[in-house]
């Protein structure tokens, strides 16, 4: 009886640091005159094993379930995927279905143990990254002078050029703020300024 081991692929060689690389790998497929689906298979230093055409559409849709999708990521062992369409049109702004189906895989993905490291749409005058946009929208985190608790800048109180958490500005009202010292966090812990 002779036992037959499935093969995983070997990766190819080329190793996807950001997202320009992915279209610069998808640059042929961005010309493509009605809407396709690609998924790029990864090993977990980011090489690709392989680049997979999962699905044709019309004009404005392609159908790429989760299912099809991460079928043969599962077969080749993938640590994560990109997943790549286009936009014949050449807008590179997400639909609502676009958005619905990223969060979809990313669910799908968390579930399977495969990582959705990005979702790109491809046109021929440049891409949209998902995982760049989210980057970019990350808001930034202040501390209360008070008691150096992180809040977003809109949950801060801000009362003479300082922000406090609501707590701290609660309970330090009523007092003169001249004489009241507040304590800033620093690298090293708080410090009294």
């Not at 090993?43 to 299912?67: D, H, Q, W």
């Not at 676009?98 to 005058?125: E, M, Q, V, W």
């Amino acid at each position: 009886m002779k036992l037959k081991l499935m093969e995983v692929k070997k990766a190819s060689g080329m190793r996807i640091s950001f997202s320009g690389e992915v279209y610069d790998l998808m640059r042929e497929e961005s010309q493509a005159d009605r809407e396709c689906s690609w998924v790029i298979h990864l090993n977990r230093a980011f090489y690709v094993i392989e680049k997979e055409f999962t699905g044709m559409g019309c004009l404005f849709s392609v159908n790429a379930s989760p299912r099809e999708i991460f079928k043969k990521a599962i077969i080749n062992g993938a640590y994560a995927i990109i997943q790549v369409h286009n936009h014949p049109s050449g807008s590179l702004t997400p639909s609502n279905a676009d958005i619905d189906a990223f969060r979809t895989l990313a669910k799908a993905g968390k579930i399977l143990g495969i990582a959705l490291h990005d979702c790109l749409i491809i046109g021929p005058t440049g891409y949209y990254s998902f995982s760049e946009a989210a980057r970019r929208r990350e808001e930034p985190v202040m501390a209360c002078l008070n008691c150096g608790e992180e809040l977003k800048e809109e949950m801060l109180v801000r009362e003479h050029g300082l922000d406090f958490c609501p707590y701290c500005w609660e309970v330090n009202y009523g007092e003169k703020l001249e004489s009241w010292i507040p304590k800033v966090r620093s690298p090293r812990g708080y410090q009294v300024v």
